[in-house]
């Protein structure tokens, strides 16, 4: 997916679970993470870059074991309660990312080297953004009936 479908289907989906704009703007930097912590395709070349690309940053279990990380962590560090929060969203964030990637191709799931995933659609094409679309007007009905 571009950045501007992750960043704007995490955002909804986090602001729709959360309420909260802090942790909506952290999941949204998460939304991106996966693929900022990659080389980018200019500086290492075309080739070397996709061979890599959706590789160890793309991990779900990484993000997984850090958010577990962050819950152990937060039991001695219990004062900055909001830090903890801000940190943890921006790996859920991550793991947004890489459920959105696995709908267009494929991803690391259990191991960093075992790849799964469906193509509904190609990166930028119109029904990336349907799909966008329509994930984001679920949302909102479930939000909708859960509120009435």
Do not use: N
């Not at 942790?23 to 870059?49: H, I, M, N, R």
């Not at 560090?77 to 903890?84: T, V």
């Not at 890489?98 to 799931?109: H, M, R, S, T, Y």
């Not at 190609?122 to 939000?143: A, D, K, N, P």
Request: hydrophobic share 50%.
């Amino acid at each position: 997916m571009k950045w501007v479908s992750h960043i704007t289907l995490t955002a909804t989906a986090a602001y729709a679970v959360t309420a909260d704009p802090m942790l909506t703007a952290a999941a949204a930097v998460g939304a991106v993470l996966p693929d900022k912590v990659e080389c980018s395709p200019q500086s290492v070349g075309w080739s070397t870059w996709r061979s890599r690309h959706r590789g160890w940053s793309h991990w779900p279990m990484l993000y997984i074991a850090l958010i577990g990380g962050l819950m152990q962590a937060q039991q001695y560090f219990f004062y900055d309660a909001a830090f903890f929060a801000v940190l943890t969203w921006i790996f859920v964030g991550a793991l947004c990312h890489i459920a959105e990637d696995a709908v267009c191709g494929k991803v690391p799931l259990l191991y960093p080297t075992q790849k799964a995933g469906v193509r509904l659609f190609t990166v930028g094409s119109l029904r990336e953004y349907l799909f966008v679309l329509v994930c984001i007007g679920m949302i909102y009905t479930v939000q909708y009936f859960l509120h009435m």
